[in-house]
């Protein structure tokens, strides 16, 4: 029948009809080799509609390829990264400055800037200028409105339709499409106009000026990758999260002190007490408090009866702040010591990863209080340990105990934690690779010629790129299952990939966390740089594992995790010229500076971040902090979409999408024409 069989399938599940025998029905669809064609037939039903989408994915790859932006280490500074985003690293206002060239005198021009960097701020003191004023502020929304749409219709020549349209606010969607078109698309100007009016009766004229500033930056980046660190240090990773989490494209490369979050929201108790203990030596037990809802009285319970009369001195926090300083040091204290034992029952459930160095309380002489380092007997600056068991130093007292039990229970019950560290997980992994960028938190473990290392992870050993791959397996597999049902054994991989000797997220020999508190000898808290750090600043190497990585050629490796000393001469860039770090202590408790890498069709740059003020002050002073912008290395033709991985997935749609017409032109599938 016009050239295909008809197929007698049963329903399912199988319809008795009246005589009771099994209803059959007639399904025109011949089976076909490859199911993903008629999937694909859903979306484009006719051959017109196939050709016409390869046709625009021909085109795009022609296109110069989209801007991506790579931040690391943010490390909670949410007011930071908010300006960070808001400015796209520096590169709106050249565009903006380019548009209006000869338009805008310097002021006006600044005020369009803070009106895109920080429209809440600028709304909110035109609200009140404007007040008594209605035309005044009827003429300021449309004329900003113009400004606005200048520059998104500046934004949008390298788009196609359909990522516009995802990009803009589905809400003003009908009119931002008539001012995207005006005048070209013939428009009557009254249809502007009485929907501005209407709006502005319901006070809502404003929020379209905080809309088309929105749109305006997720158009300016095609994606936002951070490599690694969204919390710790800094006041709020809860806001950081959220601000991340609104942002239209986001891809995430772990760090270790994400998989602190993520493993401590799972219920691994030594990381609970290393959240704990970190937010509390940097007093910023508001994002647990406050942002997670995370009941943290038993841990001051523990403090207030196991250390009552210990002044803590070697345990005072990093900053000042309300809370009782003596209070704090031992709170400190407590949650140091628990954390030391839970490290220590952690890395005695693995003797395969050889960390018995590092099962530091069994390794002190309780008879004179001191701890031997490489052959050297150091003293305890601090004897005064009254829940350690010299018999068992690891063991829990009953008060310990019941601390961690209520805070396990308030980690793995917190909705909101789970939701961010869901988000985190999901959007998430070790590595990735953009156009000729590697990108990854610090480092693979390798030998001192470069040779990998081998770890065993789920039973195999694993190398190279291949630890990046399985690690990614272990945290999306342990975070599917959630906190009750993940294994043991897949919780604890978090703490090694925060600690390990081998983690490709620490790489470094030992946590010296212990001898920073105990030891007052400054040369026992050194933790030694695994031979990677040297190794990445020879090209030929580097080259090799961005081989090894899927990049063949004119691959750069881009990693964070560890802080570059600008104040020191220290260059982001390596000596080979193919690699760079950009970790620029972006929090305050590092430096607070930063680094954006700009991944652009024309080659890279960096932006360096200063210190800038809080964003009403830059409002009201009419501040705009621009990053110094330096040039990694240029392509001599402009990199296009069909030279990236994008590029290669349209190729592979384009082939399927070949495949649907062939197979409507041989009646392997039926189209849907419309009457």
């Not at 690391?72 to 709106?92: C, F």
């Not at 969204?230 to 990773?237: A, T, V």
């Not at 007052?520 to 030694?528: A, R, S, Y």
């Not at 080659?603 to 002050?617: C, I, K, Q, V, Y």
Request: charged share 25%.
């Amino acid at each position: 029948m016009l050239g295909h069989s008809i197929h007698i399938r049963h329903a399912i599940p199988p319809c008795k009809g009246g005589a009771g025998h099994p209803f059959w029905y007639i399904d025109p669809r011949p089976p076909m080799a490859d199911p993903a064609l008629y999937l694909l037939s859903e979306h484009y039903p006719t051959i017109a509609a196939a050709a016409s989408e390869i046709a625009a994915l021909r085109a795009t790859k022609e296109l110069p390829k989209g801007v991506i932006h790579v931040i690391s280490d943010i490390h909670g500074e949410h007011q930071k990264l908010r300006h960070v985003i808001n400015n796209a690293s520096g590169r709106l206002r050249p565009i903006v400055a380019e548009i209006f060239a000869g338009a805008l005198d310097a002021s006006a021009l600044q005020e369009l800037m803070n009106v895109l960097y920080y429209p809440a701020e600028v709304i909110r003191l035109k609200k009140e200028s404007l007040a008594p004023l209605p035309e005044e502020r009827r003429q300021w929304v449309r004329a900003t409105l113009e400004n606005q749409f200048k520059v998104i219709r500046a934004l949008i020549r390298t788009r196609r339709r359909k990522e516009v349209e995802k990009l803009a606010p589905q809400e003003r969607r009908e009119l931002f499409e008539t001012m995207l078109n005006y005048p070209a698309g013939g428009h009557d100007p009254t249809l502007i106009e009485v929907q501005l009016r209407e709006l502005a009766a319901f006070d809502l004229d404003y929020d379209l000026i905080r809309s088309a500033s929105r749109f305006i930056r997720n158009l300016t980046v095609e994606e936002l990758i951070v490599a690694g660190d969204i919390g710790d240090r800094g006041p709020r990773i809860d806001r950081v999260i959220d601000y991340l989490i609104q942002q239209p494209c986001v891809s995430l490369v772990w760090g270790n002190h994400d998989v602190t979050w993520m493993g401590a929201c799972l219920g691994q108790r030594a990381l609970i007490a290393t959240v704990l203990r970190i937010s509390v030596r940097y007093l910023r037990m508001f994002q647990l408090e406050e942002g997670y809802g995370i009941l943290t009285k038993a841990l001051e319970v523990l403090a207030d009866s196991a250390y009552a009369d210990d002044p803590a001195i070697h345990f005072k926090s990093k900053r000042s702040g309300k809370r009782d300083a003596e209070m704090v040091a031992r709170t400190q204290k407590a949650v140091a010591i628990l954390q030391f034992k839970l490290e220590g029952q952690t890395i005695g459930r693995h003797p395969e990863w050889k960390m018995e160095q590092r099962d530091i309380l069994r390794r002190i002489n309780y008879q004179d209080f001191t701890l031997e380092i490489n052959g050297t007997a150091y003293p305890l600056r601090d004897t005064y340990l009254p829940t350690i068991d010299p018999a068992d130093p690891n063991r829990l007292s009953p008060g310990e105990e019941e601390c961690i039990q209520r805070l396990e229970e308030s980690f793995t019950t917190s909705p909101r934690l789970w939701e961010h560290m869901l988000w985190v997980a999901n959007h998430g992994q070790m590595a990735l690779v953009r156009d000729r960028a590697v990108i990854f938190h610090a480092c693979l473990p390798v030998d001192e010629s470069g040779a990998y290392l081998p770890l065993v992870i789920d039973g195999e050993p694993r190398r190279g790129p291949e630890i990046f791959q399985q690690f990614t397996k272990v945290i999306k597999r342990a975070f599917r299952a959630g906190s009750e049902a993940a294994t043991t054994a897949d919780k604890d991989w978090f703490y090694y990939l925060w600690a390990g000797p081998l983690s490709p997220l620490f790489g470094k020999d030992h946590m010296a966390s212990f001898e920073s508190y105990f030891i007052g000898d400054k040369t026992t808290h050194k933790e030694i740089a695994g031979p990677w750090f040297k190794l990445v600043h020879e090209r030929d190497f580097c080259e090799g594992i961005a081989r090894d990585m899927g990049v063949p050629e004119n691959g750069i490796l881009v990693n964070g995790h560890v802080p570059v000393k600008v104040g020191q001469g220290e260059s982001p860039l390596k000596r080979g010229g193919n690699a760079i770090t950009i970790d620029g202590a972006f929090s305050a408790a590092y430096g607070d500076r930063g680094y954006t890498l700009i991944l652009g069709p024309e080659g890279e740059s960096l932006a360096e971040h200063h210190t800038f003020p809080d964003p009403a002050t830059a409002v009201r002073e009419g501040l705009d902090i621009i990053p110094a912008m330096t040039c990694i290395r240029s392509h001599a033709v402009p990199r296009r979409v069909g030279d990236t991985e994008r590029g290669r997935a349209m190729d592979a749609m384009i082939s399927l999408l070949l495949q649907l017409i062939e197979a409507y032109r041989s009646g392997d599938l039926q189209q849907q024409l419309s009457a």
